[in-house]
């Protein structure tokens, strides 16, 4: 069974480029997440979509950061424009329902911009 | 807003050394407490889920336990191997915040 996909895996733009990941969760998972990962930290929530449905989007910067789930199943994530402090790891998981089981990562986009 | 702790930030044992690593988080009302592996560069791999009504939950070499009035998990690891050497980090679900995760370093 696949896991969770991204790509691409490495991405350089220069800032105020836009810049977009992609997801396809594990078949069946209703709920995904997007997360940013700066080096030495622990992953933070950006988007958790259960379906079609942001359920919470409460960090993600919304100025410049847009995420769509058409459909329910893979989804996108972008920024524009890209700054200098926008450079990180852009995780995205996937899980069965509920936002109470089982998580489960891609192998995640590294993002540097210059 | 769920806070989650890990102690140490970093660790470096023998190899062969049974050890612990902690997590904390602040609310209670959790659901479940997820266990995660990271190597260098790579996303994260599930080790163990502890579901809200479990008190441990076993694999291999890997026993997590959880209390949730406490707000404490840890994490036990058996017999440490070279191998073992990654970020640990744990989640707890119902928002899924993670720590800050701890970097462990076995020696051969």
């Known amino acids: 069974e696949a896991g969770v996909v991204q790509s691409p895996r490495y991405k350089i733009i220069e800032k105020k480029q836009p810049v977009a990941f992609w997801c396809n969760p594990i078949?069946?998972?209703?709920?995904l997440y997007w997360y940013l990962q700066n080096l030495g930290q622990g992953p933070e929530l950006l988007i958790r979509?259960?379906?079609?449905?942001?359920?919470?989007d409460s960090q993600l910067p919304k100025d410049r950061f847009s995420a769509e789930r058409l459909k329910g199943v893979d989804s996108t994530l972008k920024i524009q424009p890209a700054e200098l402090g926008d450079s990180a790891v852009y995780l995205c998981?996937?899980?069965?329902?509920?936002?109470?089981?089982?998580?489960?990562f891609g192998q995640g986009t590294r993002l540097t911009v210059v | 807003k769920q806070e989650v702790t890990q102690i140490p930030a970093a660790l470096s044992v023998p190899e062969g050394e049974n050890l612990v690593l902690n997590c904390s988080f602040t609310?209670?009302?959790?659901?479940?407490l997820q266990w995660f592996r990271q190597d260098p560069g790579k996303g994260l791999t599930s080790l163990l889920l502890i579901q809200s009504s479990q008190r441990e939950q076993t694999s291999g070499r890997l026993n997590a336990s959880l209390d949730k009035s406490s707000g404490r998990s840890t994490l036990y690891i058996a017999a440490s191997q070279p191998g073992d050497s990654a970020t640990y980090l744990c989640a707890v679900h119902g928002d899924m915040r993670f720590g800050a995760g701890t970097r462990l370093t076995v020696k051969p």
């Open positions: 979509y259960e379906n079609e449905e942001a359920v919470d």
């Open positions: 998981a996937s899980s069965l329902g509920g936002g109470n089981t089982e998580a489960f």
């Open positions: 078949s069946g998972h209703n709920t």
């Open positions: 609310d209670s009302a959790i659901y479940n």
